[in-house]
T-cell receptor, first 111, second 112 residues
Framework: SQTIHQWPATLVQPVGSPLSLECTVE??????LYWYRQAAGRGLQLLFY??????ISSEVPQNLSASRPQDRQFILSSKKLLLSDSGFYLC??????????FGPGTRLLVL | GNSVTQMEGPVTLSEEAFLTINCTYT??????LFWYVQYPGEGLQLLLK?????DKGSNKGFEATYRKETTSFHLEKGSVQVSDSAVYFC???????????FGKGTTLSVSS
């Protein structure tokens, strides 16, 4: 089966600290992968997507970055977190007929 | 550009009531349409989808019909349960290989 893992599940970080969120996918090769952010009371905002190793497209300019060092690994990073980075971060992979399948998410609170 | 508009929540219903959550879209061509559900503290789960006009997606008693004439994909369920309490997102596929465009989500609360 195709499974998406996200780590960590929950994170509390001070403003100005770095960030690294990891997403790994099992059971599929060369998937399109996506990072979304869900802020409290809002919908989903696409942050980055990747169609292959080393290929990253950014949808929204901000202090976040993404990398894809391996086929099934997608990492979201920041050098210095802002209060506005708080939210629920979701990784997704693309399946058939444009369907997207989501991981369990990482809840980030920046204080 | 492409966009999705869904009704504002929260929607509060009693158990066994009829549910409708409206969703309309703006898009070029005929994109695939989706409903996702998010239970508290979890990621999104695909609830149902339709890939062409007049298709009806269905799952777990939920239904939605792709109406190109009204550019709508309303979600319905004949009898809701407390366990249906969640946030529901309507989405469309922008184009093959790219991300989905989501509505803002509608919170459903069902009481017994």
């Amino acid at each position: 089966s195709q499974t998406i893992h996200q780590w960590p599940a929950t994170l509390v970080q001070p403003v100005g600290s770095p960030l690294s969120l990891e997403c790994t996918v099992e059971g599929t090769s060369n998937p399109n992968l996506y990072w979304y952010r869900q802020a409290a009371g809002r919908g989903l905002q696409l942050l980055f997507y990747s169609v292959g190793i080393g290929q990253i497209s950014s949808e929204v300019p901000q202090n976040l970055s993404a990398s894809r060092p391996q086929d099934r690994q997608f990492i979201l990073s920041s050098k210095k977190l802002l209060l506005s980075d708080s939210g629920f971060y979701l990784c997704a992979r693309q399946g058939a007929q444009e369907t997207q399948y989501f991981g369990p998410g990482t809840r980030l609170l920046v204080l | 550009g492409n966009s999705v508009t869904q009704m504002e929540g929260p929607v509060t219903l009693s158990e066994e009531a009829f549910l409708t959550i409206n969703c309309t879209y703006t898009a070029t061509g005929y994109p695939s349409l989706f409903w996702y559900v998010q239970y508290p503290g979890e990621g999104l789960q695909l609830l149902l989808k339709a890939t062409k006009a007049d298709d009806k997606g269905s799952n777990k008693g939920f239904e939605a019909t792709y109406r190109k004439e009204t550019t709508s994909f309303h979600l319905e369920k004949g009898s809701v349960q407390v366990s249906d309490s969640a946030v529901y997102f309507c989405a469309l596929a922008r184009q093959a290989g790219t991300a989905l465009i989501f509505g803002k989500g509608t919170t459903l609360s069902v009481s017994s």
